[in-house]
């Protein structure tokens, strides 16, 4: 029994002994958490100055691992800087290159690469945990600052860009053959004027030859295909572009009781008047449904309707249309207009430079006209000499609208100047005025100006009889290679070359001759191909009937000559050269003389393209008198006003162009080329249709026309003269314009 007390008392003890310990470290365990808690309250409080001077130096010198950081080791046993990864979080700035977190973290630039790098006490555990992550968007306290700040919200994703809008060539027109389809080409960054643009259309993949404009008239060798178009075109960027369209439907014949319908375009070619379509069709032309498409020489659209006003915008276009309808029979239609004149305006390009300021003792002129004209009736104007003259006195008239309008008048193009004859003292001219074009009340003014004492055409003099040399100046469109890019010459450049520069003295060429124009390696190796084998080239350069301003007419003489050298470039084409005016032949004396001062021996061809006056004749070394189809050369043929073309002694100065010819005609035209005096010849069985240019083929059996051309053994005498030409003498003009006003009938 006494045993058994004396164990229960052990056991007490023990169990005392027991709680005591247990006690004893229940109170250490409290007494060492609530020092603990108490620290981790401290450190969420804020930094330390230790770690906030670590924050500071790590701004002010160059980055390195932490040296005070616990290694740990990789899988690989190999040492890393502990807690470095890369930076994920939106709440860093880019602006600050290190940036300590509420939470110890301090974001370190470090090569452009954000990290995340710990800088807690050696040993001490991290407390970068997700307790500790703050919610997005909540206020943060900055290092050394009380006023939170709340981030920004993260970025949100841009909106996506539009797609620019793509260049493409579309094909206009109905699949039909007989049918004339257009492939008109869209840039948003527009298409440059005059600028370099070449077409290819395909039938089932297989290129068409000699379809290399932008429009095709399907024949019936397309019948069954599909049609392409391959182009490439400079925009307004001068940016080279390569477009193919899609296929057409399948071509299908037309009817066999069609009656193809046509279409050509009225009005007059001036800037203030109008173009107007108007379409011809046995089968009936539709009151609606018809939609009109304009289209520049080049192939730049112009709009839609059935007219088109011309502005400024339209100077210097040639422009054609194409109608789309259904004919009263039910026939599909799509026909295209043959191409207008150039669009000029009343205004020169010339600088006044080519007339020479009158003396005194020049001849005065005087104009003479009704104030008033009934509407429907001509008004008739009378220049005046104060004297008679040894030579022609002229002068340019010109038409100012005040009240009227364009519709009003009838201005013809050949009413540009009034001559009063050597011996006479007056020369009359006329004005017709318009029946029902509420013309009443309305006025306009008529001037003179340019006035020049000098012969316009002179008497002939000439002791020769015949010509005795000729040979041919070779017009062309064609691109010297057989493909952009490529390196074998076009068929066209490969049979000039065969016949040789003995038979074919000069060439032309037509470049890019814009202030921004950029080399073109086709040119580059024709050029030098030419200039091996001894052709001279010519560049082709517009002046638009001498009203596009001439300081670009040099600019673009100067650019060929920058872009293909002196050596290559022999001369200079100018075309639309009008000879009817004072002014336009003040210009061509401007220019002639310029580019005999400017660059010496170049050859100065103009094409006026018809006959000319003895007045601009000195102003040229050639010039194309005649520029139509054989028909016309054949059958219909105008005499020359001037003693200049009725000299066969100026036969190497001469040029006539002949089209659309037959071979069977080539030796008649020769031979009345040769009594025209023509003394240089280009013929070609090519016409104008369907791109208004034909030079872009060579005549058929071209090699036997080239020798019937050449078969009087000789060329025509160099007709290069390096020297300037006196100007024109002015004369006075004393009264000058008169107004007029338009009555009711």
Same mark, same amino acid.
């Given at each position: ?24 470290? !229940?109170?250490?365990? !409290? ?20 770690? @906030? ?483 001279? @080239? ?71 393209? @018809? ?100 078969? !009087? ?9 390096? @020297? ?22």
């Amino acid at each position: 029994m006494e045993n058994q007390q004396a164990n229960h008392r052990k056991i007490k003890v023990v169990i005392g002994i027991l709680a005591v310990v247990l006690a004893t470290v !229940l109170l250490y365990w !409290l007494f060492t958490s609530l020092i603990s808690m108490n620290q981790h309250n401290q450190t969420n409080q804020g930094p330390s100055h230790n770690t @906030t001077s670590q924050a500071d130096d790590e701004n002010n010198k160059p980055q390195r691992p932490d040296s005070d950081s616990e290694p740990s080791s990789n899988p690989d046993g190999k040492n890393e800087t502990n807690q470095t990864k890369t930076d994920e979080s939106t709440n860093s700035s880019p602006s600050d290159s290190t940036k300590t977190a509420g939470n110890g973290v301090s974001v370190v630039r470090n090569h452009n690469t954000y990290h995340y790098r710990q800088i807690a006490s050696p040993g001490r555990p991290s407390i970068h945990n997700a307790a500790n992550h703050q919610p997005a968007n909540t206020p943060s306290t900055k290092p050394g600052g009380n006023k939170p700040t709340t981030p920004p919200n993260p970025s949100k994703p841009p909106k996506p860009t539009p797609e620019p809008a793509q260049a493409a060539v579309k094909i206009v027109g109905a699949a039909e053959v007989g049918s004339t389809l257009i492939a008109q080409i869209d840039d948003p960054d527009g298409l440059k004027d005059g600028g370099i643009r070449y077409y290819q259309w395909f039938a089932d993949g297989a290129a068409i030859p000699g379809a290399g404009y932008f429009s095709y008239k399907l024949t019936p060798a397309e019948s069954g295909k599909k049609i392409t178009v391959k182009t490439t075109h400079a925009n307004n960027k001068n940016v080279m572009k390569d477009l193919i369209s899609s296929a057409t439907a399948t071509v299908g014949n037309a009817a066999s009781n069609n009656n193809h319908g046509s279409v050509t375009i009225d009005g007059i070619n001036r800037v203030g008047q109008v173009f107007t379509a108007h379409i011809t069709d046995a089968d009936g032309v539709p009151e609606s449904g018809i939609t009109y498409r304009w289209y520049e020489f080049y192939g730049k659209f112009l709009g839609t309707g059935k007219t088109l006003a011309q502005t400024k915008d339209h100077l210097g276009m040639q422009v054609i249309v194409q109608a789309s309808y259904t004919d009263k029979k039910g026939h599909k239609e799509s026909v295209t207009s043959g191409f207008s004149g150039s669009v000029v305006d009343n205004s020169g390009g010339g600088t006044g430079a080519g007339i020479i300021s009158p003396a005194a003792t020049a001849p005065k002129i005087t104009l003479h006209g009704p104030t008033n004209v009934k509407e429907g009736e001509t008004a008739v104007y009378t220049a005046t000499l104060d004297k008679a003259a040894s030579t022609d006195v002229s002068a340019d008239i010109k038409i100012t609208h005040n009240t009227s309008n364009p519709n009003n008048l009838n201005i013809r193009w050949d009413s540009q100047r009034v001559v009063i004859k050597a011996g006479e003292t007056s020369a009359k001219f006329y004005i017709d005025t318009n029946a029902g074009t509420d013309g009443k009340g309305k006025t306009y003014t008529v001037s003179l100006s340019n006035a020049v004492a000098g012969m316009v055409n002179k008497t002939n003099t000439s002791t020769y009889t015949a010509v005795n040399a000729q040979s041919i100046f070779v017009l062309s469109y064609v691109y010297p290679l057989a493909e952009a890019g490529g390196s074998e010459f076009s068929d066209y450049w490969k049979a000039v070359h065969t016949a040789g520069s003995s038979k074919i003295p000069y060439t032309l060429i037509m470049a890019d001759g814009s202030p921004d124009a950029k080399l073109d390696p086709g040119y580059v190796r024709l050029l030098k191909k030419n200039a091996e084998l001894g052709f001279k @080239t010519v560049a082709y350069i517009r002046t638009i009937h001498q009203t596009r301003p001439i300081a670009e007419v040099k600019a673009a003489m100067a650019k060929f000559i920058e872009l293909y050298g002196a050596d290559k470039i022999h001369g200079f084409y100018f075309d639309e050269i009008s000879s009817r005016n004072n002014s336009a032949t003040a210009y061509m004396a401007e220019l002639y003389n310029y580019t005999k001062s400017t660059y010496g021996n170049k050859l100065v061809v103009a094409n006026p393209g @018809t006959h000319i006056t003895d007045a601009i004749a000195p102003y040229a070394d050639i010039f194309m008198t005649n520029e139509g189809t054989a028909d016309e050369y054949i059958n219909n043929y105008k005499t020359a006003d001037s003693a200049f073309e009725n000299d066969p002694a100026n036969s190497h100065r001469i040029f006539h162009t002949i089209y659309t010819a037959k071979a069977s005609d080539y030796q008649k035209i020769i031979n009345l080329s040769r009594q025209r005096n023509a003394g240089w010849v280009f013929i070609t069985t090519d016409s104008t249709i369907p791109d208004g240019r034909p030079y872009n083929d060579l005549a058929k059996n071209f090699p036997s026309l080239v020798d019937s051309v050449n078969n !009087l053994g000789r060329q025509p005498l160099d007709p290069n003269r390096a @020297t300037e030409q006196p100007l024109l003498s002015g004369a006075i003009i004393s009264g000058s314009s008169v107004t007029t006003t338009i009555l009711s009938q």
